[in-house]
């Protein structure tokens, strides 16, 4: 079997008979960070190509829920008295023991009001308002959520917590709102875009630099000349089986009951052609994954539980960093265990796996081994009731003894209720956008952004809503001036 | 920055002006795998010779325990009366949902009968003896041990348990004794052997086809021309601190509690070359960790509790799996708690956390959260009493209630405790050593085996002692007769 079978594979410059298109910057993937990109090398003067797979731009961005996560002093979040710095925001970015990378939690964190006034001076709207209830995602059209980890435990211990989710104003989900003036400004920048031109592969010449792509347009390959760079802003790889397998085997072993959140062209061909090309694609057994059991709120007076009858995250976090606990209980079992003063019903549609008048029968309805629940409940309680949770340490505002009959279990358990999940693994790249080897040399000529590289997203565990399209945004703009700064190739 | 910076990137065929060495097959690496590979390669009648970083042979084959993960009927497993089948262990081999390769586990289960009349025939020596007790490696020179968690759940469900832990004879340690026999076989090949020349980078010609190898020797670059195939075999990179951050940033940030297991060439890079040349390289973020607490095999008896005073994991499983849940509670921190009647010093020496006379007392003393230690011991001994443990599936065979004071803590707590760990992500192959790319394209010329390829060894999960060694001298034969059965490329 030849390599060429494999498209992704770099081609030579030798190989290129004659270039079809050329630009100083070709970006291939049209989503929040192609077009941020895009935005950025054409306002410094470079001549800018975007290759994109499907019919129209967008990608993932346009389908989110329009969040970023940015703070350190946005207008909103100064507009709603929510006092947040630079380095509280940098401090929370480098928590967790997932390898946070520094220098780019760094400049995020400095650099993110900017980024916020930017976004502003192009036209993306956004409200001076806070949705402050527990939420995925605010049904109005406020600008601010809590939509990480800041108030909960082991987080709020390294900094102080602030809302730092801005989301587009629109009610409900807003990715398309920021999309129109995101591509709005791409259109009056007046870089190329050419739709429903997938590229397959990255052109290189004999030192290694990459010098042009190799796209597909109506069947025919189209030989694209790069003269100063090319940005990989193509998304992740949910939508690509192999690559869960090569990466991501507990995810790829449970599709059946894991909804691929993407667009159907996250098949990780950007990741697929940098790694060819030398980069090193890094972190990529890492993922997102999450099942909305909140909204209501008061639920999070409840506690989760696994087949084993022992508790297992505090209940305060982060949809995302619960279910990422969640997903790896054995046999993905898991009961949202309420009393009547709690109680409500998820939003989303869970299943009630039983009600009962005492934790002993709804131990044994659930098939917890026998005093399980009961101990848990036990202890649980008994520090409830000082407001402590010396277990979990989650907030004593969430805490209460459950203890008002009756009791009822949610269905929180995989392939009972809804989980979903991307990819976070991708190219490791500096700040500026360049792309790195394993060691740490950078491949000239080739920049990485979004979900083609490996950025302030981590894992599960430390995910927030807001941290694609924060990221995506934010770096792709990096990328498109490293792009449009260096020098021709020729 | 130019990419030739970093010297694993593949050079061109043009680029090489002459060759400075020859043969049919060359072999990145002289451990278990490459030794294997060449002895297999000369039997087939190509011209081999072996690159080879350090002074000399060995690598981690020959610093290992010598054990080797063999079944399906070996002579001593019959010799003592064990029953294995193929099957057995291929299912064993299956379990886990940590995407275990299906094609090798296969070939590996159905052949393992042979690998080791093979090894016999080149004069490794093995008893017939079974060493019985819990223990990570038999003292004395018997050939049997288990060295998994094959009695073990949930294990024990799918497979009939069979001790696969095959002991070169030799008491203690026994690595030394393979790597003699072996070093023997390659030595009577007449394969060439030049150590002192660590390997640099592939040599690629245009089609992507791999024909060669830059290596180093007495600071000079030579060109090594490889006619039929290059066999990478070079080890894992857990001396590699780029690569740990890059991949497994759990264990990078935590180098000043964990000895990294392996010897100063561990540097992965046989992963970076083949990645280089367009191999994917999958489970990156996969390791290896143990704490050798047993034996005493009585500590069993015991139960691990983490920080929060619950257990998590069945106490007779493997040291490894055991480990790496370990390894996975918050801040590390786990004690073993045992009751007089089981108490025991391991072998490898912990500490004491504390002694106490009641369980409320070594809670208190443990500062764990007041009452969950009391809950746990309630609940196992409640159930321990009747033989069952329904919440880890530990063996009834370990089970009796701990009730006898006084009561002890061990401290198997990272920072406290010994921990070791070695890396197991490595490039994608086929059973026959073929690499390939993230969708599953050969690279021509290009094969891999032991540590850097993706094996049988998957994650810390369902590693068992020997699959490294096994897996390592049972591909890396096949990578060596693939790459003599390769038509030649001049």
Tied chains: 1, 2.
């Excluded at 189209?222 to 090569?246: E, K, P, Q, T």
């Excluded at 697929?272 to 980069?279: N, P």
């Amino acid at each position: 079997m030849s390599s060429q079978a494999d498209p992704s594979r770099p081609r030579s410059l030798e190989s290129v008979a004659n270039w079809d298109l050329e630009a100083d910057v070709v970006i291939v993937g049209y989503g929040g960070a192609g077009a941020c990109s895009a935005i950025e090398a054409t306002r410094a003067g470079a001549e800018v190509l975007i290759l994109e797979a499907a019919g129209g731009g967008g990608g993932c961005t346009a389908m989110s829920g329009g969040h970023l996560y940015l703070g350190g002093g946005t207008r909103p979040q100064k507009a709603v008295g929510l006092e947040d710095t630079a380095e509280d925001m940098y401090r929370y970015l480098m928590a967790g023991d997932d390898g946070p990378d520094q220098a780019k939690s760094r400049v995020y964190a400095d650099e993110s009001v900017a980024h916020f006034e930017w976004l502003v001076e192009l036209g993306v709207p956004f409200t001076d308002a806070i949705w402050e209830e527990r939420h995925t995602l605010q049904p109005d059209d406020a600008c601010l959520i809590w939509s990480g980890n800041e108030k909960a435990y082991p987080f709020n211990q390294v900094a102080r917590p602030a809302a730092r989710g801005h989301k587009v104003a629109r009610e409900g989900e807003a990715g398309a709102e920021l999309w129109v003036h995101l591509s709005a400004a791409v259109e009056a920048s007046g870089a190329r875009i050419e739709c429903d031109t997938p590229a397959r592969a990255l052109v290189v010449d004999s030192d290694g630099r990459v010098v042009g792509v190799i796209a597909s347009q109506q069947g025919r390959e189209l030989a694209v000349c790069a003269r100063r760079g090319v940005v990989l802003s193509s998304g992740g790889f949910i939508m690509n089986r192999d690559m869960l397998r090569n990466h991501i085997p507990s995810i790829h072993q449970r599709l059946e009951h894991v909804e691929q959140h993407g667009n159907p062209h996250d098949q990780g061909v950007g990741i697929r052609m940098g790694a060819g090309a030398g980069a090193a694609a890094i972190r990529m057994g890492e993922y997102f994954i999450t099942v909305p059991w909140y909204p209501p709120a008061s639920l999070t007076y409840g506690i989760l539980v696994n087949a084993r009858g022992q508790r297992f995250v505090n209940e305060d976090c982060y949809h995302g960093r619960v279910a990422g606990a969640a997903f790896e209980q054995p046999e993905g079992k898991v009961y949202l265990i309420a009393d009547d003063s709690c109680f409500g019903w998820p939003e989303m549609g869970f299943e009630l796996a039983a009600t009962e008048g005492s934790v002993e029968e709804l131990e044994r309805a659930l098939e917890l081994p026998a005093t399980t629940l009961q101990h848990t409940l036990s202890v649980y309680n008994q520090h409830a009731a000082r407001g402590e949770d010396p277990l979990f340490h989650k907030h004593p505002n969430w805490l209460k003894p459950l203890d008002q009959a009756p009791f009822a279990a949610l269905d929180c358990s995989l392939g009972r209720a809804p989980y979903i999940a991307f990819t976070l693994g991708g190219l490791r790249t500096l700040p500026s956008g360049e792309t790195l080897t394993e060691q740490g040399s950078a491949i000239p000529g080739l920049f990485a952004a979004g979900a083609n590289a490996s950025g302030i997203t981590r894992s599960a565990g430390t995910y927030c809503s807001g941290q694609s399209v924060g990221d995506a945004t934010f770096f792709g703009r990096r990328a498109g001036r490293s792009a449009a700064a260096s020098a021709p190739w020729r």
